[in-house]
Structures are given as structure tokens and as C-alpha cells.
């Protein structure tokens, strides 16, 4: 069966040369993507800098206000669409996951900032006022780099991003804020975030965790209600509701097809865990969909 969904590549957004990187003025990328107002997904790491504009954008559905100099990030996987009004224009950068692995030694680098973390939060950022004019320079210094096709140009876009992304994750911690996230504690819930990610669907109980962790339920709730002010089932849960959502956007899979792929019993099953999270059914959610949709 054909998926309808739409989840694109950075091949199917351009026509620029290179494969793993696009960079372009966001008015004119828009005009040529008209469809991607409609909930999608990106296969590869995807930014905006709005310069102007207003109306809003929806990550993962949850809905953000279009401002000048908001800068919002995405990973792979994650579902999202606009709906804006008026003049809008700006900067996008998509780039592919590979794109820094064969320049940096540390493969999990870009993880290390919240807003490459899919922790939806962390990832829309207002720029403060004295840092927009310099950030906006490296949006046009990136341009011109993929533009003038110069000797080592993309090792030159590569640095120049990751001096963009040094900036705003600078913004993102206190001095607080930054010793408690090199913590054991943290790294022990990022391992844990990572864990759930990975086995949401096989793995539903807080204890088969914290055995992969060496550490005991106990410990592993007591972290999560102290540093997420939620427990570590609550954690698990929320990973297979995003999950069901994701899908339920894509028209052409059944809530039965879906219910399998989550790893329920049956699809009642899957009816009832949803409601009592949600609130409405999956049926009732995916109308919802269809309504902002049209």
C-alpha cells in the first residue's frame, strides 16, 4: 500500500547540487513548497529563521506564534506544518543526519544542544535583540558559501553553523542550568529518554528500564519527577501517544494498522489508552486533522 503521508528528503525539496545540505530564502522556498503548510515529516534536520512574517507553525502538534527572529529547529521524524499570514521570509537550512558524522569525531555531537534533543520546548527560540544582527549574518554567510560553490565550501557551511549553533545554545542554560545538565543525573535521564525512544513500542513498564539503566524503579521515578515533574510511566506513555499521532496524520493507515504497529493487544485496546490520555479518540483526532487540513 501507497503511503499518502507526506515525509520528504532533501532531494525532493530542491533542485540544488548538493545532496545533503539546502539552503535557501524562505519566501521563495515557500512559493516553490506550497504543500508543506499540511502536516509532513523531514527525513533529515531541518531550521527556520523568520525575519518577518506572523501567523503560526505546529511541531509535533504543538502550536507556535510566527515572530521576526524566531529560529526553530527539527530532527527527523518529527511531524509539522504552517498556516501564516501575510508577507513571510526568512532563512531555512535542512541537512541530512550524515552531514556532520564524517566531520566530527563524536557521532552524538549535535546532541548536546536541547534544540536538537526533539524536546519540543527547547526547540523554538526567541533571539534576543543584540544577538539578531549577528545571527542573521551567519544565515547570509551560509548562503553565499552554498551559492559560490568555492574550494571547501561545505566544511565552511559546517563551521559556520555550528558557530550559529554554539550561540543560541548558549542562550538555552543558566550557569545553573548548565552544571545540573553535565550532572550524572542528566545523563542518566538523556540515556533513559534515549532508551524509551528506542523500545516505546516493546517496552512499556518503568522497571524494564531501570533494569537497562542498573539502577531501581524507585530511583528512576524519583529522577523523572524531579527533573520532568512526571513519572517515569508518564514518560513512556507520552512516547506511544506522540507516536500514535505521527501516524494517525497519515489518512491511509487504518487505526487497526496502527494499533499493531504500537504493539496493543487489539484496537480497542489502543481506543481506550488513547482516550484516557488524550481525551478523544483516535478516530475523533484524526477528524480533527482532516478539519485543519482543508
Not at 14 to 28: C, G, M, N, T
Not at 37 to 52: A, C, D, I
Not at 202 to 212: C, I, N
Amino acid at each position: 500500500m501507497k503511503e499518502k503521508f507526506p515525509v520528504y528528503d532533501i532531494c525532493k525539496l530542491s533542485d540544488f547540487k548538493q545532496e545533503d545540505i539546502l539552503v535557501s530564502r524562505f519566501a521563495p522556498y515557500l512559493i516553490a513548497h506550497k504543500n508543506l503548510h499540511l502536516p509532513h515529516k523531514h527525513t533529515f534536520y531541518h531550521l527556520v529563521l523568520f525575519t518577518e512574517g506572523s501567523g503560526h507553525h505546529a511541531i509535533d502538534f504543538r502550536n507556535f506564534p510566527v515572530k521576526p527572529y524566531q529560529i526553530y529547529f527539527m530532527v527527523p521524524g518529527q511531524v509539522h506544518s504552517w498556516s501564516f499570514e501575510g508577507q513571510v521570509d526568512g532563512y531555512v537550512i535542512n541537512f541530512s543526519v550524515p552531514f556532520f558524522q564524517s566531520f566530527l569525531h563524536r557521532a552524538d555531537y549535535l546532541e548536546q544542544f536541547p534544540f536538537f534533543n526533539g524536546t519540543i520546548q527547547d526547540e523554538v527560540i526567541d533571539i534576543p535583540s543584540n544577538l539578531q544582527q549577528g545571527v542573521q549574518h551567519l544565515f547570509e554567510r551560509i548562503l553565499l558559501e552554498t551559492e559560490d560553490n568555492k574550494r571547501l565550501g561545505e566544511d565552511m557551511v559546517r563551521l559556520l553553523m555550528l558557530e550559529m549553533f554554539i550561540q543560541l545554545g548558549r542562550l538555552s542554560f543558566s550557569s545553573q542550568q548548565a552544571t545540573e545538565k553535565s550532572s550524572y543525573n542528566y545523563t542518566l535521564l538523556k540515556s533513559f529518554q534515549k532508551l524509551v525512544d528506542k523500545n516505546f513500542t516493546t517496552l512499556r513498564l518503568p522497571k524494564e528500564y531501570a533494569e537497562l539503566l542498573y539502577i531501581t524503579p524507585n530511583h528512576l521515578n524519583a529522577l523523572c519527577n524531579d527533573v520532568l515533574c512526571i513519572s517515569a510511566g508518564e514518560v513512556i506513555r507520552n512516547r506511544v501517544i506522540l507516536e500514535a499521532k505521527r501516524l494517525l496524520v497519515n489518512l491511509n493507515i487504518s487505526i487497526s494498522e496502527i494499533s499493531g504497529q504500537l504493539n496493543f493487544q487489539d484496537n480497542s485496546y489502543f481506543t481506550k489508552f488513547f482516550k484516557k490520555q488524550e481525551g478523544i479518540t483516535p478516530e475523533q483526532f484524526r477528524k480533527e486533522i482532516k478539519l485543519q487540513s482543508i
